[in-house]
């Protein structure tokens, strides 16, 4: 018997909620253990151009099992998987490079479905539900001034309570997200007992971090490696502190009794995804099915590309958009160089770092 994982936001959840359930498998060191993960393929702008989430008809080379989505079974990505154009997605790599089984969390024929396609996954894990976020946003009130991107995770809390299948709700790194802050989400957390993830459990993420954009489980990973102070990420500062490395879990009534928009869709069961998202839209002012709100602008890429990029330079712009940070992500980096995401490889190699993060001090 196995557990059902779920990545509750999408986009790079999927790599650290690998690293939780490396922590909370009653056997970490049994790396032949496959954990089941399904997520949306939910991600940011330079990935999926379109409005997203993608759905299976968005998706060519999926396995389907139970008949598929429609006929109340799922999806499973595979490295063959491809999504079809214009859209774009990094679940295909990830399903190549995660030691997991990565399953598709379909939005588009709403609440009740969506519930029931989580049942299904949970039935063929023969176990619980295990909900993780990275940063803790899942937790939110609908009124913290950072909150960026609420939908998702809520939708996450309301579709797994309909399934009445146990389920505990899971706070990696809280804070890592830069949506709401460490304090508030520490007094939210309150008798909670938290685990503190291993190298072991982080290192498992390794490929995919060489290469992925996420920043808040790339956060997390570097956090539990034991990486601290000030970080530069996309839109925000945040800080790693001694509470960075620890999972939080609390019981799924507590979460959704601090989430207004969770609440709100259990009680109304909104019958299709818009109406859903408009519901979450009038609670929290934040359309829910908008795309990541970029503050960071892009700066000239380097005369002749990534293969001509000056490290001494490199290093000197990236220092100047720092803000004073010790760390920089990566996507950051990127960004600030005027590259794309797909160059986060070739960076690394031109930056001579294999961590999570870079550092500038």
């Known amino acids: ?83 079809r154009p214009p859209a774009g997605s990094t679940m295909p790599a990830l399903a190549g490079d995660l030691p997991a089984r990565l399953l598709l969390l379909d939005p588009a024929r709403g609440l009740s479905a969506l519930s029931r396609q989580i049942g299904a996954m949970a039935e063929a894990a023969g176990g619980r539900i295990h909900i993780v976020d990275i940063g803790g946003d899942i937790l939110t009130h609908g009124n913290e001034p950072d909150l960026c991107s609420p939908f998702g995770d809520a939708l996450t809390l309301a579709a797994c309570h309909l399934t009445g299948i146990p389920t505990t709700v899971h706070i990696a790194g809280p804070g890592l997200d830069g949506e709401i802050g460490e304090q508030p989400l520490l007094e939210r957390l309150a008798g909670s007992h938290p685990l503190v993830p291993d190298r072991v459990a982080a290192a498992a993420a390794a490929r995919a971090l060489a290469w992925h954009p996420s920043e808040a489980s790339a956060l997390w990973a570097a956090a539990i490696h034991g990486a601290r102070g000030t970080v530069r990420a996309v839109n925000n500062v945040i800080r790693l502190t001694e509470v960075s490395p620890r999972l939080y879990p609390l019981p799924l009534p507590e979460a959704i009794g601090h989430n207004p928009v969770a609440r709100a869709l259990v009680d109304e069961q909104p019958a299709t995804l818009a109406a859903a998202a408009d519901l979450s839209h009038r609670l929290t002012g934040i359309p829910g099915l908008a795309s990541e709100r970029t503050r960071t602008p892009r700066q000239e890429p380097p005369a002749g590309g990534i293969a ?20 920089v992500t990566l996507r950051h980096a990127a960004r600030a160089l005027g590259l794309t995401w797909t160059d986060i490889p070739a960076l690394r190699a031109a930056l001579t770092t294999d961590t999570p993060l870079l550092r500038l001090t």
Do not use: C, Q
């Open 1 to 83: 018997m196995s557990d059902l994982y779920i990545a509750a936001g999408g986009g790079g959840d999927p790599v650290g909620t690998l690293i939780a359930a490396r922590t909370l498998t009653a056997d970490p060191a049994n790396t032949a253990d496959v954990p089941l993960i399904a997520t949306y393929a939910w991600e940011r702008p330079e990935v999926d151009p379109t409005a997203g989430p993608l759905g299976e008809r968005d998706f060519g080379g999926l396995v389907h099992e139970g008949g598929g989505i429609g006929a109340g079974g799922f999806a499973a990505f595979t490295p063959a998987t491809r999504a």
């Open 308 to 327: 001509f990029l000056d490290r001494d330079v490199a290093m000197k712009t990236l220092r100047e958009t720092a803000d004073g940070a010790d760390h």
